[in-house]
């Protein structure tokens, strides 16, 4: 028993999962077509659901603070991104690749900004004066997504909104008989640049230490004389930043949003950052992943169980490592 | 903390309570129309639905998000055998029983699992367990008539064509022109089984126990130290408020005659309840009145009142639709925070710290 959990250790341990989930789907659904299109999809949600983690989960490690209003920044970056798309739909129809991604980038650095933007001020103006108080702090975020929400409604209108999306992006690849979703991939390739490029700012720049010494023991980073409040803001404004970058691929792959998108990802989010432990990118990845596929299977195998899944899911998870599966601590 | 039994704020707030229990009290008779009896009996089941959560957020100082799914699983527990049953007084007392108990399993099992590695948790996962038994509740249209809900007919007392007295024509009687009918017997029935479970739980929190919790939530160490085991008495607590919650569901169901996700599950009355615990005042069960009562005629009457703003403002930009009727929560959002601030306490906490001890 001992040698086959050192031997499951030495080859990834709890990173593992996502292959054995993978391999027990391949198993149920037995048509290896559908098992890789549905495997794709699942990584496409994961990684949008990551993005939308992780700014969640480093805040919590950092500060202690728990956001309940997160789920705003991801409402508001979907709808300024469709906005943004909706007011260059000339370009968006545009018969040229460059005014195509154009459109986009346009209208994803709109949602990272704002995200940037509005971090700060949730940040200096919600937040601080409520540091260190878990109950008020649940309080005040949660007042904070009920006007955010009221604010989208006031502003987009409670009916549903439509998201153009650049034609490069639209249809699908096929490979063989499995047919793979163009912006699925697309989802997943943007979701893993940013993976690396937060893995190696958190593991290989000075601030990345700084923050993850931050995550270990704050009060030590202080009396070595670091800003960990300074370093807390740019944290907190990097996350909401992702959060609505996350909003707006959401918005472009599920092409018809409401306003309350934000409050329906928020569980999915939660059950993500508790999954993968508080405080660590590649845990957030690793429970993004694993709710992804998990749901995309489930959702294929047993429709009604899907979102009981990830409930389930995180159940399981918490009663063999009640601090998730890779904490920060 | 003062002792907020003796000042003159503490006696203020308990007269103005004592009014509005006199006011809900004699309600059918001074405000003779059909909403104003509905918007009594909603406030009657509020201040339960509110006090049970004050007896967890206010004295154990955590928070969850899922209130309303125990209201949900009295409401559902009684709808259910209602249709099935019948009208009668079997099926309530069943389906009261059988919504406590499975809010009972349910809070014994949610407080085991995350009451002990880290209170943050807790508000999470009630979170995430709540919007999942809506999914569920939504979907199993069979036993739960999913969007629609379900509608059922009241035991027999409450019909509205159900004579209490009648005089010797054989007509219902009138006291002061309010005719003894079966609806007054379902609105007293409310009222009485409200005020009951509300002076239980304020009962329980002069109690050796209530003290202990108090204890907990100002020191959790402290009490730890002293040999008390925290998670015990949270779990405790949970399954308390859980079952006050599934009973007033219960309740909120004969009265209603119809339970759907929108009356009985919605995340909207986890909202509305959170506004009310805070703006009444955390931990002292005489602010879940003042909240209910508050928050309650809100919802009634400031829409009208919105509506007739957003009107008026019409021709600026964005304002009416900020002043629009359906955006009331923005409002109260904002005042919500502001209070979160500012008067942690709420209503009830700031106004029983004023006046000198005597």
């Known amino acids: ?329 | 903390m003062m002792n907020q039994t003796q000042t003159t704020g503490a006696l203020t707030i308990k007269l103005i309570v004592l009014a509005i229990g006199a006011l809900l009290l004699f309600a059918p008779f001074l405000f003779q129309d059909v909403r104003s009896l509905e918007v009594a009996a909603r406030i009657c089941i509020f201040i339960v639905l509110v006090a049970s959560y004050d007896l967890l957020i206010g004295y154990t100082g955590i928070v969850s998000f899922a209130h309303t799914m125990f209201f949900g699983f009295g409401a559902y527990g009684a709808a259910i055998l209602l249709k099935g049953m019948g009208p009668g007084w079997i099926p309530v007392i069943l389906g009261a029983l059988a919504g406590v108990g499975v809010s009972l399993v349910f809070a014994i099992a949610i407080g085991l699992l995350s009451l002990r590695v880290k209170a943050i948790f807790f508000a999470m996962i009630t979170l995430a367990a709540a919007s999942v038994v809506l999914v569920l509740v939504s979907q199993m249209s069979g036993l739960t008539g999913g969007e629609d809900g379900i509608t059922y007919k009241a035991p027999d007392l409450f019909k509205p064509a159900t004579k209490l007295l009648t005089d010797d024509e054989g007509k219902v009687v009138r006291l002061w022109d309010v005719r003894l009918n079966g609806k007054l017997a379902a609105y007293y029935f409310v009222f009485a089984t409200s005020l009951i479970l509300f002076l239980l739980m304020l009962r329980f929190t002069t109690s050796p126990l209530g003290t202990v919790l108090k204890a907990i939530r100002e020191n959790e160490q402290r009490a730890e130290a002293i040999g008390y085991r925290v998670v015990a008495y949270r779990t405790f607590v949970f399954c308390l408020s859980a079952t006050m919650a599934s009973l007033a569901g219960t309740i909120y169901a004969v009265w209603l005659k119809y339970t759907g996700p929108d009356t009985a599950l919605s995340f909207a009355i986890m909202i509305d309840i959170l506004l009310m615990v805070v703006i009444g005042g955390m931990g002292t069960m005489w602010g879940a009145v003042i909240g209910a009562v508050l928050l309650v005629l809100a919802q009634y009457y400031l829409r009208d009142l919105m509506g007739a703003a957003s009107e008026a403002m019409a021709g600026i930009p964005v304002l009416p639709n900020l002043l629009a009727a359906d955006r009331w929560l923005f409002w109260l959002g904002i005042i919500f925070i502001l209070l979160v601030y500012f008067f942690p306490k709420g209503i009830a906490g700031t106004a029983m710290d004023k006046g000198a001890a005597k």
Do not use: C
Request: avoid cysteine; charge should be neutral.
């Open chain 1, 1 to 329: 028993m001992d040698r086959i959990s050192e031997i499951l250790g030495r080859m990834g341990g709890v990173n593992l999962l996502p292959v054995a989930l993978a391999a027990v789907a391949f198993i149920l659904i037995g048509a290896p077509s559908s098992w890789a299109t549905l495997t794709v999809a699942g990584l496409a949600m994961g990684m949008m659901v990551f993005l939308m983690a992780s700014g969640l989960s480093l805040v919590f490690g950092l500060m202690d603070v728990l956001n309940f209003g997160h789920s705003a920044f991801v409402s508001f970056g979907a709808f300024i991104a469709a906005t943004v798309l909706a007011g260059l739909s000339t370009w968006l129809a545009a018969d040229s690749v460059a005014l195509n991604s154009a459109a986009l980038v346009m209208a994803f650095l709109a949602a990272i900004l704002f995200g940037l933007v509005a971090g700060w001020f949730f940040e200096t103006v919600i937040i601080r004066p409520v540091y260190k108080d878990h109950l008020r702090q649940i309080l005040i975020t949660m007042g904070a997504m009920i006007v955010a929400e009221q604010t989208i409604l006031a502003f987009w209108g409670g009916t549903p909104f439509t998201v153009l999306r650049p034609h490069f992006l639209e249809g699908s690849w096929i490979i063989g008989d499995v047919s793979i979703e163009i912006y699925r991939g697309f989802a997943f390739l943007l979701g893993l640049a940013v993976f690396v490029g937060l893995y190696l700012v958190m593991n290989r720049t000075r601030i990345g230490l700084l923050v993850r010494a931050g995550v270990e023991n704050r009060e030590m980073v202080e009396a070595l004389g670091f800003r960990v409040d300074r370093l807390f803001i740019a944290v907190f404004m990097l996350g909401s930043g992702l959060a609505a970058l996350g909003g707006a691929m959401w918005a472009g792959y599920e092409t018809l949003i409401t306003p309350a998108l934000g409050s329906e990802l928020m569980i999915i989010v939660f059950i993500v950052v508790i999954i993968g432990g508080l405080g660590s990118i590649e845990g957030t990845l690793l429970g993004a992943i694993l709710v992804g596929l998990m749901s995309n299977y489930l959702g294929f195998l047993a429709p009604k169980m899907a979102l009981a899944s990830n409930m389930i899911l995180m159940v399981a998870i918490l009663l063999w490592r009640p601090n998730g599966l890779k904490p920060a601590v």
